[in-house]
């Protein structure tokens, strides 16, 4: 049974996708169709496989952000808006665990520009399946546990003296 999931792709939109893993074939069918839809991408020229941009239409405009300031890159996206335009912010991974995302999301709430994030394939997934090797394996039981370290929270207080 093949199951077609509707995606409603909108312009005047800032869509975070995750490249994946790196392979180009590795990305989610959601963020290759965002890619195909893009006006606009902006991607991570130093982490991202180039190859991801052979689904944008011949009409898009990317930018290289590796070369860019946080600022130029919010201008990039706040022109397009502008425009009515569909931005694709292409980030490594998986965007909300290792993209500088959360930056940008709060300059775009400040000027009320619309944004969803799409989520990566991530490499954890990707490196057992490399390694032709399962994650669980019959008869054992298996903990693993992730952690992240990253500045602080502007709401929290922990840390403070």
Not at 123 to 139: L, P, V
Request: aromatic share 10%; glycine share 10%.
């Amino acid at each position: 049974m093949i199951i077609n999931f509707l995606i409603i792709i909108q312009g005047n939109m800032v869509y975070f996708v995750g490249a994946g893993p790196g392979a180009a074939d590795l990305i989610t069918v959601r963020g290759m169709r965002l890619l195909q839809k893009a006006d606009v991408i902006i991607y991570a020229g130093s982490l991202v496989n180039p190859a991801l941009l052979d689904y944008a239409k011949e009409t898009c405009q990317t930018y290289n952000s590796a070369t860019m300031t946080l600022e130029e890159v919010f201008t990039v996206m706040q022109e397009a808006e502008k425009e009515g335009k569909m931005t694709v912010r292409l980030h490594t991974g998986e965007p909300s665990i290792y993209g500088a995302v959360r930056e940008q999301m709060d300059l775009l709430d400040e000027k009320d520009i619309a944004y969803e994030s799409c989520p990566g394939v991530s490499a954890c997934f990707w490196g057992s399946g490399f390694a032709e090797s399962g994650i669980y394996t019959s008869g054992r039981i298996a903990v693993f546990d992730y952690y992240t370290y990253g500045g602080p929270d502007k709401s929290s207080t922990a840390g403070e003296h």
